[in-house]
């Protein structure tokens, strides 16, 4: 059985007694950073069995191997650093190839950032079924122009991991692109000096350089976006001018006449 677990993101005491169970019983774990690793199994006051290095420059590699021992029916534990495996971690390739196999996947849970942003944001589950994780953004200008015209129009939040120091340029490039949406930033979380910032992108763009983990989590356009992205279009008719701007904010074709009409009444 291949056991796939969710550790601690920063706090010891979401550890689960399922986590701790699978991790007193596992003979073999393979993880993203041994020492990591060694250093979780320490201060849960667990004795350390063999550990394994699976990250994304061997992931390929060690598979056969780690497949070979699953299929002999000896048992293997999957960590990432923290958090889930396989979301924005390695994991995932090892994950398919035992499902490939035959082999019995175990998933116990944990705390992971990406849900934990998404709930804590207010921005998930009010006007729309859920949200689209999306990790880590490009880094290149153009690059993260093509992402946000693949991603920033689908009319679902967004969830983005980002590197502290690159968190007001990511909202910057989204500003540019998408207009000013509500957005929150969230940072360090479960942990001491869990903060949150917002309420949007124009505000977070302004942000100085953060220290620790971040999750930034971009709303769906409002009624004050449509009618920003409205401005500069040409349209013979309501309606033709509502369909251009729900093309270009991800809104429905309603919410964008419905701003529009609001709009001109005033």
């Known amino acids: 059985m291949l056991s796939v677990l ?10 689960s007694p399922r986590l701790i169970a699978a991790l007193q019983a596992t003979t073999l774990v393979a993880c993203e950073d041994t020492r990591r690793a060694g250093r979780l199994f320490q201060l849960l006051g667990l004795p350390t069995p063999k550990l394994v290095a699976l990250h ?13 021992r699953l299929q002999t ?3 293997v ?10 979301l924005s971690d390695p994991g995932a390739r090892l994950i ?6 035959g082999v019995r996947i175990e998933v116990i849970g944990g705390p992971t950032a990406l849900a934990n942003a998404a709930a804590g944001s207010g ?7 859920g949200f689209l ?11 993260r122009r093509e992402f946000w015209q693949t991603w920033g129009n689908m009319g679902l939040p967004l969830v983005l991991y980002e590197s502290p120091n690159r968190v007001a340029a990511l909202c910057q490039s989204a500003l540019d692109a998408l207009g000013n949406r509500p957005a929150r930033v ?9 903060t949150w910032h917002g309420p949007d992108l124009a505000t977070l763009s302004g942000l100085g350089e953060l220290k620790g983990e971040c999750v930034v989590i971009i709303g769906t356009a409002t009624s004050a976006s449509v009618i920003a992205a409205a401005k500069p279009m040409a349209a013979d008719s309501l309606k033709e001018l509502a369909a251009l701007v729900a093309r270009h904010t991800g809104v429905s074709n309603q919410q964008a006449y419905k701003a529009l009409v609001a709009l001109k009444q005033t």
């Open 6 to 15: 969710g550790t601690p993101i920063g706090n010891l005491q979401d550890a």
């Open 56 to 68: 994304g420059h061997n992931e390929a590699a060690q598979i056969p191997a780690l497949l070979k």
């Open 73 to 75: 029916g000896q048992p």
């Open 77 to 86: 534990a999957l960590l990432s650093d923290s958090g889930l495996p396989a």
């Open 96 to 101: 398919a190839a035992a499902h490939g196999a």
């Open 123 to 129: 921005l998930v589950g009010i006007d729309n079924p």
């Open 133 to 143: 994780f999306l990790g880590f953004p490009p880094r290149t200008s153009k690059a």
């Open 186 to 194: 969230a940072r360090e979380l479960t942990k001491l000096h869990e």
